[in-house]
C-alpha cells in the first residue's frame, strides 16, 4: 500500500496549512489513518488519528487547532492545521493501517515519505 502526501510548506505564525494524503493498492479495509510528526533531534509523535467510523484522537499540544477527517470511500486523509505556531515545524507523515483481503489475514501498515511544514516569520 502507497500513501501520497501533500500540501506542506511554509506558513507565517497563525497561519493556516491543509494536509492530505492519499493511499492506494491493495486495500480490502482500511482501519485507521493519522498523522505523525517528526521535528529535528526529537523522536516520531502522534498527532491526529482517525478510525473508519470517524472516532478521532488528537495530541494535546494541536487539540483545537488541528482537524483531521477522512473520505474513506477515497482511502484518504486530510489534516487541516490552523493557528501554526513555530513549535509545530517538522515533516508531517501520514499512516494508514488496514487488512489488503477479505480474510482478514494480511494486515498492512504503510508510511508516507513525509511532507515539511515550516512556521516561521
Known amino acids: 500500500v502507497q500513501l501520497v502526501e501533500s500540501g506542506g510548506g511554509l506558513v507565517q505564525p497563525g497561519g493556516s496549512l491543509s494536509l492530505s494524503c492519499a493511499a492506494s493498492?491493495?486495500?480490502?479495509?482500511?482501519?485507521?489513518m493519522g498523522w505523525y510528526r517528526q521535528a529535528p533531534g526529537k523522536q516520531r509523535e502522534l498527532v491526529a488519528s482517525i478510525n473508519a467510523g470517524g472516532g478521532t484522537n488528537y495530541a494535546h499540544s494541536v487539540t483545537g487547532r488541528f482537524t483531521i477527517s477522512r473520505i474513506n470511500a477515497a482511502n484518504t486523509v486530510y489534516l487541516q492545521m490552523d493557528s501554526l505556531i513555530p513549535e509545530d515545524t517538522a515533516v508531517y507523515y501520514c499512516?494508514?493501517?488496514?487488512?489488503?483481503?477479505?480474510?482478514?489475514?494480511?494486515?498492512?501498515?504503510?508510511w508516507g515519505q513525509g511532507t515539511q511544514v515550516t512556521v516561521s516569520s
Open positions: 493498492g491493495s486495500i480490502f479495509r482500511m482501519v485507521g
Open positions: 499512516n494508514a493501517d488496514g487488512y489488503s483481503d477479505r480474510w482478514l489475514s494480511s494486515r498492512f501498515s504503510s
